[in-house]
């Protein structure tokens, strides 16, 4: 029986992702409709969509969409939408995958875990690479002990110069700006690889343009096994995509993918295991056949077939930390007044 789904918003980019996931597998998921309150951005969306799914219904008000028979609602609004998406769908009965990072107020969310929680209803992050087959493969690795102990992540997640203009249209309204829009990808894995930090210290800068937002950042986070990760991304890179990389280091072993999304692999292990070698080795890891995705773990936890990959407690801790990096103390990462509109 296929996994009916709506979606809340369609701002976000990565709300294609799903799109294609459906297309590609239409025994499993049915896409019965939209909203999006903006005719702009709908009309613009549906139009890129066509040729994977034409003749998405629309509906005309978030009212229509959750009384529709979808069994799961997709958030895919801008970031201080979707907590309000969110809760009106776990109200409704839905089960809901919230696009990262999630949300904008901290007691809010904590208020949906315990909706979700109560209602037994499924509350998952759509952090888009954590189905990534060298992640994956990385993190089958780190707990499995091929890495030994491990004393330090590194992750890397730059944007290019262009992006400044989307910087002042939408991350100014947020405290840490492009850190917390972007950091939250690699927050996830590092919190998969090392647990939670008992220590976050955060350092930002303005370097590019008018300099009145955050567009330079690098958080160092300890943990309690004396080991540390560190999280940079910046908004001044020529070309971003291929410098992204995320590093882990053990003392049995180092891990590096790069670049990030790729299904690249380089090792370095002291001892054999399984079927790979001591010392350096290049890989490609195979993407498995009929991948697992965000929509397939949410379809499979629906069904009872199996427990969440990623539980509640991670994704607040997760939360928790990207604030924290962000500086947050209040529990908003709502400005007051936007960057933009400060002097320098």
């Keep these: 029986m296929s996994l009916k789904f709506a979606y809340l918003g369609l701002w976000h980019s990565h709300a294609v992702m799903h799109i294609r996931d459906a297309a590609s597998r239409p025994d499993e998921f049915q896409l019965v409709g939209v909203y999006e309150p903006d005719p702009a951005i709908r009309e613009a969306k549906l139009g890129d969509w066509a040729a994977d799914l034409p003749d998405i219904p ?13 069994e799961a609602i997709i958030c895919e609004g801008r970031v201080s939408e979707n907590l309000d998406y969110a809760e009106r769908a776990l109200g409704a009965g839905k089960h809901v995958l919230l696009e990262k990072p999630a949300g904008v107020d901290m007691p809010r969310l904590e208020r949906l875990h315990d909706t979700a929680r109560r209602k037994g209803l499924l509350l998952q992050m759509a952090y888009m690479w954590r189905y ?33 203009a ?5 991350l100014d309204r947020y405290k840490g700006s492009l850190y917390f829009e972007m950091a939250g990808h690699l927050v996830d894995i590092m919190v998969a690889f090392m647990g939670v930090p008992r220590q976050v210290n955060a350092t930002h800068a303005s370097h590019y343009g008018e300099r009145k937002h955050v567009d330079n950042a690098v958080v160092v986070h300890q943990f309690d096994n ?35 999304g790729s299904n690249n692999l380089t090792l370095s292990l002291q001892r054999p295991f399984e079927h790979y070698d001591t010392g350096w080795q290049e890989l490609t890891v195979p993407t498995p056949p009929g991948p697992p995705s965000l929509l397939t773990e949410l379809a499979s936890c629906i069904a009872g077939a199996k427990d969440p990959d990623y539980t509640l407690e991670h994704d607040m801790a997760v939360q ?14 709502m400005t007051d007044v936007p960057h933009s509109a400060k002097s320098s």
């Design 58 to 70: 629309v509906f005309e008000s978030i009212e229509q969409a959750l009384a529709s028979d979808a």
């Design 132 to 164: 990534n087959p060298a992640i994956a493969e990385m993190i089958r690795l780190c707990k499995a002990g091929a890495l030994g102990d491990l004393f330090y992540f590194r992750g890397h997640i730059p944007k290019p110069m262009g992006y400044h």
């Design 166 to 170: 989307r910087l002042v249209e939408e």
């Design 226 to 260: 004396g080991g540390l990760g560190t999280i940079d991304t910046a908004s001044m890179h020529v070309e971003s995509g291929r410098t992204r990389r995320i590093e882990l280091y053990g003392t049995g072993g180092t891990a590096i993918h790069t670049p990030t």
């Design 320 to 333: 928790q930390t990207l604030f924290a990096g962000c500086g947050i103390e209040d529990g908003s990462a």
